[in-house]
């Protein structure tokens, strides 16, 4: 069976950094084809895609918050970390992972998703 | 970045109406287009990937279609069950996008 955590703050001040850690079980990211994404979702709002990791380390961002995000993946932990930089409160919101299957060139989707965290920047 | 647009923004049904919902992407994406439910308070579940795929465990008066820019997903028999919001996706490129949803409504 496969599952997602996200952990993380649930309050943090504007201007600081967030960390949020996707823990997962049931796959690989070692695995040919496994990626982690991150998702977030402000209230009344269609999610909003913000980066993803792959199983060969490659790394994907958002076009518009590029240069406030890193991700990485802790395959011994089976962990995945967001950082996104200078928060404000715009960036309010629940914060998803997910995984998504890439297999014989054939995209599977956001098939698994955590059940989300939320965040609030407040000061 | 490729935008994604879904038509109509909500509708009124009834159990037992036949669904449709519209999404467009702004260029080409061959059948790269998933669509996932959502009910308030939950993470989006999918429903369909690659177009036309049905996810394990999603019930088959579900059905999606289309290729290219035009893209359906298609209810054939709306149950209470399935009033939420749609959200229909492009994985033909990062960044991925998201339509602004389709809220469906009991009439």
């Known amino acids: 069976q496969v599952t997602l955590r996200e952990s993380g703050p649930a309050l943090v001040k504007p201007t600081q950094t967030l960390t949020l850690t996707c823990t997962f079980s049931?796959?690989?990211?070692?695995?040919?084809?496994?990626?982690v994404s991150w998702i977030r979702q402000a209230p009344g709002k269609a999610p909003e895609w913000l980066a993803r990791?792959?199983?060969?380390?490659?790394?994907y961002y958002s076009t518009s918050l590029k240069t406030r995000l890193t991700i990485s993946k802790d395959t011994s932990k089976n962990q995945v970390v967001l950082t996104m930089t200078n928060m404000d409160p715009v960036d309010t919101a629940t914060y998803y992972c997910?995984?998504?299957?890439?297999?014989?060139?054939?995209?599977?989707?956001?098939?698994?998703w955590g059940q989300g965290t939320t965040v609030t920047v407040s000061s | 970045d490729i935008q994604m647009t879904q038509s109509p923004s909500s509708l009124s049904a009834s159990v037992g109406d036949r669904v449709t919902i519209t999404c467009r992407a702004s260029?080409?994406?061959?059948?790269?287009l998933n669509w996932y439910q959502q009910k308030p308070g939950k993470a989006p579940k999918l429903l369909i990937y690659?177009?036309?795929s049905l996810q394990s465990g999603v019930p088959s008066r579900f059905s999606g279609s289309g290729s290219g820019t035009d893209f359906t997903l298609t209810i054939s028999s709306l149950q209470p069950e399935d009033f939420a919001t749609y959200y229909c996706?492009?994985?033909?490129?990062?960044?991925?996008?998201f339509g602004q949803g389709t809220k469906v409504e009991i009439k």
């Open positions: 997910a995984r998504r299957k890439w297999l014989d060139s054939r995209d599977y989707g956001l098939d698994v």
């Open positions: 049931g796959f690989s990211l070692t695995t040919s084809g496994m990626c």
């Open positions: 990791i792959d199983w060969d380390d490659d790394e």
């Open positions: 260029r080409a994406i061959s059948s790269y």
């Open positions: 690659a177009a036309s």
């Open positions: 996706q492009q994985s033909y490129s990062t960044p991925r996008t």
